[in-house]
């Protein structure tokens, strides 16, 4: 089953435009993590937010959490066409940091 | 730089082999996942180890099994490869305890005719 689900499943944008995705989780998490993963390749990890932390920044990403909604979101500004990617978000339930993710969020960012 | 390092980028099997997949990690960590990925369903867990010897279904094992012998390697093994299970394969690894993130393998495409 899928913990995370990504809205939207796919975005395109212009350049210097910025581009928001959510991820909504069903249950309660110790963190909430994105990862971003470039065509066919593995995933590389950007940002981790507690379950105890609202807000969190990170050059150009601002991830939010809100633990009362179960729902995260991650903005990334003034995007570039290196930003052309699926993101994903992950969420980890225990120790132990086994991560669920979500069926992710791709972006087309059209220079 | 922690380096996770799968086998194969590419595979191509038959129906009915018995096909490996291996995955290194050099940073000592002690847990070690492998996931599938397939278009429109994300990542689903198959296995997930958190010790040597030591394994745990994930939510789809159907089909597979695991091996880890030795703290940096895990194995991917598909006792009897069929169709459905074409697909990206993607190992990652990260250190037990809270809040830690997770380093994942290239991935390795595994088509089975």
């Known amino acids: 089953s899928q913990q995370g689900e990504e809205d939207p499943q796919a975005l395109s944008i212009q350049e210097g435009e910025n581009a928001t995705m959510n991820c909504s989780y069903k249950?309660?998490?110790?963190?909430l993590q994105w990862y971003r993963q470039n065509s066919g390749r593995g995933l590389v990890h950007l940002i981790l937010i507690r379950s105890n932390e609202r807000e969190k920044h990170s050059g150009r990403l601002r991830v939010t959490l809100d633990t009362s909604k179960k729902s995260s979101s991650l903005l990334i500004t003034a995007s570039r066409a290196a930003d052309t990617a699926s993101y994903f978000c992950a969420t980890a339930k225990a120790a132990g940091n086994k991560l669920t993710f979500g069926g992710g969020t791709r972006v087309l960012v059209k220079p | 730089d922690v380096k996770v390092t799968q086998s194969s980028r590419y595979l191509v099997k038959r129906t009915g082999e018995k096909v490996f997949l291996e995955c290194v990690q050099d940073?000592?960590?002690?847990?070690m996942f492998w996931y599938r990925q397939d278009p429109g369903l994300g990542l689903r867990l198959i296995y997930f180890s958190y010790d040597v010897k030591m394994k745990e279904k994930g939510d789809i094992p159907e089909g597979y099994s695991v091996s880890r012998e030795k703290k940096e390697r895990f194995s991917l093994i598909l006792e009897s490869a069929s169709t459905n299970q074409t697909s990206m394969y993607l190992c990652a690894t990260n250190r037990q305890g809270m809040n830690t993130e997770a380093f994942f393998g290239q991935g390795t495409r595994l088509t089975v005719v």
């Open positions: 249950t309660s998490i110790n963190n």
């Open positions: 940073m000592d960590h002690e847990n």
